[in-house]
């Protein structure tokens, strides 16, 4: 690394400290004022920031080891001796030019650091392997002693990327040919029928299918939750929590451009973006509604008007880990218990939405039992006009990634993101005619 991307990576790195958004929503900017990076510069930027990123915790015990403080720059230096092996001097020659210049203290640092790698038999497990104490004890709980491990390793291994063609455009032998033609190795998925895996870093901007809409970047478990939706051409179905509509957009493709899918988010710049993707996708079944609150007046408007429901609750995101290695390091807002709380609200709601006889599908990307197979069982007991239909029953395919009946997805067991979706369906009305056995008319 020169000393001009060097230093790139120095200031957006400090960005990504300081502002409350997502890291990829930060480096999108931060590339949008460096038009003196080209894409193999930005490229080298964005792997060295998402390498560290996946390498907090055990950088911040090294500094803590040091008595040194936790700070973008000292991180920075941490990462070129431990993990990319550089000596002292190495250093000092790359950082030549970069103001301020090195100070005594950090090369104290680099000294004292040189020799070691990363990995150290002193750190405990929770710096090991990257868990914030916030979900340390939920996910030991989720996985047990030995699958605790094994699932936080695999967070820690940069994921492929996935992509599912849109039906309404394109095939996926199509699209697979195409990309083998430009010199790309891609893969069929092999639970998703729709999805393509590329191994391989490129520039998007290799891949025109993005910019037509034959194509769009979703995880292959992401691709699976909304099959269980099971949407037909003709039917109506409310995607409840959309926002900025991935979901949405399969789902849509699903029911062939028929029928009427309502995409439902409170936020307004959210579906925004929604409505922009269903356009350059070519759907036109669709309307975005900006709802007040889980609670808001259209759903008692529409109470049991919709053959199908997905609610992809908002979650702690404990399964998207591999691929938003910032995330990890903010936890919810409201609490995982005030976010549990959020989440029963909604599904108490959304479910009012279900006609007789209709599915509701309810999904997270969390891998954590309190957001997923907890609430649904809570919502079970207090609504019995619903019933669990079994994964094996619904998705016979799917029958290897199924846990209690439920989808259940991890990076380390299946190659995808964290992900868990629960098919619950709505009884349907007597026939009429029929009589009540137990009735004394």
């Not at 680099?110 to 004890?137: F, I, Q, T, Y």
């Not at 995101?317 to 029963?344: H, S, Y």
Request: charged share 25%; net charge positive; hydrophobic share 40%.
């Amino acid at each position: 690394m020169t000393p001009h991307l060097l230093q790139a990576t120095l200031d957006v790195l400090r960005d990504v400290e300081t502002a409350a958004r997502p890291a990829d929503a930060v480096t999108s900017a931060f590339f949008r004022a460096r038009r003196d990076l080209d894409d193999r510069d930005r490229g080298a930027v964005l792997e060295a920031l998402y390498t560290m990123l996946r390498h907090r915790a055990r950088l911040g015990w090294w500094l803590a080891r040091q008595n040194s403080a936790d700070t973008p720059r000292n991180r920075l230096l941490a990462w070129l001796v431990l993990g990319e092996g550089k000596t002292p001097n190495q250093i000092k020659h790359l950082w030549d030019g970069l103001k301020p210049a090195l100070s005594a203290a950090e090369t104290t640092l680099l000294a004292n650091l040189s020799g070691h790698s990363v990995a150290h038999p002193d750190m405990p497990d929770s710096k090991r392997l990257e868990c914030p104490d916030w979900a340390l004890a939920p996910l030991q709980r989720r996985f047990g002693e030995e699958g605790f491990g094994a699932e936080m390793e695999a967070t820690l291994i940069p994921p492929p990327l996935d992509l599912r063609v849109n039906p309404i455009k394109a095939t996926r032998d199509a699209m697979l040919r195409d990309m083998t033609g430009m010199g790309l190795r891609p893969q069929p998925t092999p639970l998703s029928p729709h999805g393509i895996r590329l191994q391989e870093r490129l520039s998007l901007a290799r891949l025109p299918g993005l910019k037509t809409g034959e194509i769009e970047i979703q995880d292959e478990g992401s691709q699976l939750v909304t099959l269980l939706v099971d949407a037909k051409p003709k039917e109506r179905v409310v995607d409840f929590c959309a926002g900025a509509g991935g979901k949405t957009l399969a789902i849509a493709a699903q029911m062939q451009n028929k029928g009427y899918v309502v995409a439902c988010d409170v936020n307004e710049t959210r579906l925004k973006r929604c409505a922009e993707r269903l356009r350059g996708a070519g759907l036109h079944n669709v309307e975005t509604r900006v709802l007040s609150s889980e609670t808001d007046r259209w759903i008692k408007r529409h109470k049991a008007g919709f053959d199908r429901v997905l609610i992809d609750a908002p979650c702690s995101g404990t399964g998207t880990w591999r691929r938003n290695p910032d995330a990890r390091w903010r936890a919810p807002e409201l609490g995982l218990e005030g976010l549990v709380a959020l989440q029963a609200r909604i599904l108490a709601s959304a479910a009012r939405l279900v006609k007789p006889g209709g599915r509701l599908v309810y999904a997270t990307c969390s891998v954590l039992c309190e957001e997923n197979e907890d609430q649904v069982t809570a919502f079970l007991a207090a609504n019995p006009a619903f019933h669990l239909v079994p994964l094996r029953d619904a998705a016979p395919h799917l029958a290897g990634v199924t846990q209690s009946g439920h989808l259940c997805l991890t990076p380390a067991r299946h190659g995808t993101d964290g992900f868990f979706a629960a098919i619950l369906q709505r009884e349907a009305l007597p026939a009429l005619g029929m009589v009540d056995p137990h009735s004394t008319v």
